[in-house]
């Protein structure tokens, strides 16, 4: 019997020993000899694992979690869907690695994404393909920008993610990844993000008025601002690592309207928030804006086959051949699995299961805010977060966060955690996850912290 076979009327973990059990523990020990320092998921989420099946993994141990990672969002119909599967495997007798030929599953491809898009975009975007992560789109995203301009700076936002290449490094607010890396990227600029809960100005909600976008704005129009004109400013509307946080609409379409006006492509970076993540395809239509240029990756195929690209306004299209390369651009599996996602997506309406799941979720979650200890629960769509700080001086609980993770995946839910501190406990689940998986997964959570809160007083 398959493991999707026996998980077909699951609705919840099944955990029956410690966690991490003997044989995880084994296999965790071999990688801690064999792999780089830099491994990062294991080390917080103890557990090997042997299958997996929609929104659940089994371990080699034999327990079964519920999976609200699900790959760090790339998986957004959930492990192994079987359509996905299908076309998989009957692309791989036909063609696996195209580089940037046309192929029918690359037409195929293009025509299903454009479809997703806002139907007044779809004439004037062109689509790049780059290398197979995120962080490769976001430079040729900025490599696009300076040489369409032919300007150099870059604006980007404090609190933001853009990935771990040296590009997207030095565009990336957290400070701890880029200090043993001298010398980055120069020219970019930090300015502060409508992260209203805790305001970068030291504003409060009744103060603010959108402060932080009318800094933006007045810096850029100041002579003696001390910024040239930037090629481009980089955004995430909903930021993901930084603590499921949405920008407020106010701020992302006052971002816009001054980009706009002074001629700088605005780039919005969708890698953790694009193909359903946030309720609409791309968080952006949330936001009544159109931007210059979409950064994507994470959930294009569907099932985690790697594969990333950007979408960008033809009048930005001043490449020279060659411009921006990548020998493994041509994921034909990625492909044909991205177009029967779309079509699954429309199908089965996974765009309104989001948001049907995330109020659930919501609501689920909401007796958590009589706790002291949470001082806010927030994201949009799939993307949500549980932001845990001190009652007396309000700093980030990031060793509270680690024991709910802790405590949650023995109890058979896998969680990440993100923010200042770590201090964010997130959910990522499989976009199509049904209403009794959600019930179970925020059932533990809310236990976990219950339980934490009254051991901390």
Known sequence: ??????????????????????????????????????????????????EAAGSFVRD???NVFIDFLAGAGVLSLGHNHPELVGAA??????????????????DAFIEAQLSMLPATMRDRMKIHFCGPTGTN???????????ATGRGDIISFQGGFHGSGAVGMALTGLVVQKEPVRNGLPGVHFFPYSYCSRCPLGLTRETCSTN????????????????????????????????????????????????????IPLIVDEVQTGCGRSGTWFSFEQYGIE??????????????????????????????PGAHTGTFRGNQLAFVTGVEAVKIFKRDDVLGNVVRRSEQCLGLLA?????????????????????????????????LAAEVQTQALSRGLILELGGRGGCVVRLLPPLNVTE????????????????????VG
């Open 367 to 399: 007796p958590l805010q009589r706790h002291p200890w949470v001082r806010e629960i927030r994201g949009k769509g799939l993307l949500l977060g549980i932001e845990l700080v001190h009652p007396s001086s309000g700093l980030p609980a990031g060793e």
């Open 60 to 62: 080699v141990d034999g």
């Open 89 to 106: 495997t009957e692309q791989l007798s036909v063609l696996t690695h195209g580089l940037d030929f046309p192929t029918p599953a690359k």
């Open 1 to 50: 019997m398959s493991f999707q076979t026996e998980l077909a009327d699951l609705t919840g973990p099944i955990v029956s020993g410690p966690v991490p059990g003997p044989r995880s523990t084994e296999l965790l020990e071999r990688q801690a000899t064999r792999e780089s320092n830099a491994r990062t998921y294991p080390r917080h989420l103890p557990i090997a694992i042997a």
């Open 137 to 147: 789109a976001v430079d040729a995203a900025i490599k696009l920008c300076k040489t």
């Open 212 to 263: 932080c976008a009318t800094y933006l704005e007045h810096s850029l129009k100041d002579d003696l601002g001390g910024i040239p004109l930037p090629a481009a400013v980089i955004i995430e509307l909903v930021q993901g690592e930084g603590g499921a946080i949405p920008a407020t609409i106010e701020f992302a379409q006052r971002v816009r309207e001054v980009t706009r006006e002074l001629g």
């Open 436 to 455: 009794e998986i959600m019930e179970a997964a925020c059932r533990i959570l809310v236990d976990c912290i219950d339980q934490l809160e009254s051991k």
């Open 291 to 320: 931007p210059d240029v979409i950064v994507a990756s994470k959930a294009l195929s569907g099932m985690g086959l790697p594969i990333a690209l950007i979408f960008y306004d033809k009048e930005l299209d001043v490449w020279a």
